[in-house]
C-alpha cells in the first residue's frame, strides 16, 4: 500500500489541524491505519491507530480527549483530527498500513505491526 500524508502545516497552541492519509491501493480498506510521529532527538511515537473496519483501536496518553482519528474506505483515506494542540505535539507525523489484512485481534498491536510507511508531514505547534 503507497500512502501519502497531508495536512501537516504551523499552527498556534491551542488550535486544530486535520491530517490525511491517501492509499493509492482499493485494498486500503483490509488494512488497520496507524499515526507516527517523530520529534527532533526523539525516537518515533505510536500516535493513534484505526481496525480495518473504522475502530479506533488506541490513542496513546497523551493524545487522548484531544486527537480522533478516522477513516474513510470509499476515499482510501484516513485522518487524524488533532484539536487543543501543544508546543509537544510538534513532530513530523507519518501513516503507516497494518502488515496484516483483516486483523481481528488488536490487543497486541503495536509498531513493528506496521509497514508501508508513506512520507512524513511536518506539524509545528507555536506557543
Known amino acids: 500500500v503507497q500512502l501519502q500524508a497531508s495536512g501537516g502545516g504551523l499552527v498556534q497552541a491551542g488550535g486544530s489541524l486535520r491530517l490525511s492519509c491517501a492509499a493509492s491501493?482499493?485494498?486500503?480498506?483490509?488494512?488497520?491505519m496507524g499515526w507516527f510521529r517523530q520529534a527532533p532527538g526523539?525516537?518515533?511515537?505510536?500516535?493513534?491507530?484505526?481496525?480495518?473496519?473504522?475502530?479506533?483501536?488506541?490513542?496513546?496518553?497523551?493524545?487522548?480527549?484531544?486527537?480522533?482519528?478516522?477513516?474513510?474506505?470509499?476515499?482510501?483515506?484516513?485522518?487524524?483530527?488533532?484539536?487543543?494542540?501543544?508546543?509537544?505535539?510538534?513532530?513530523?507525523?507519518?501513516?503507516?498500513?497494518?502488515?496484516?489484512?483483516?486483523?481481528?485481534?488488536y490487543e497486541q498491536i503495536g509498531p513493528a505491526d506496521f509497514g508501508s510507511w508513506g512520507q512524513g508531514t511536518q506539524v509545528t505547534v507555536s506557543s
Not at 491501493?25 to 488497520?32: N, P, V
Open 25 to 32: 491501493e482499493r485494498t486500503f480498506s483490509r488494512y488497520a
Open 42 to 105: 526523539k525516537e518515533r511515537e505510536f500516535v493513534a491507530a484505526i481496525s480495518w473496519s473504522g475502530g479506533p483501536i488506541y490513542y496513546t496518553d497523551s493524545v487522548k480527549g484531544r486527537f480522533t482519528i478516522f477513516r474513510d474506505n470509499t476515499k482510501n483515506t484516513v485522518y487524524l483530527q488533532m484539536n487543543s494542540l501543544k508546543p509537544e505535539d510538534t513532530a513530523v507525523y507519518y501513516c503507516a498500513a497494518d502488515r496484516e489484512q483483516y486483523r481481528r485481534d
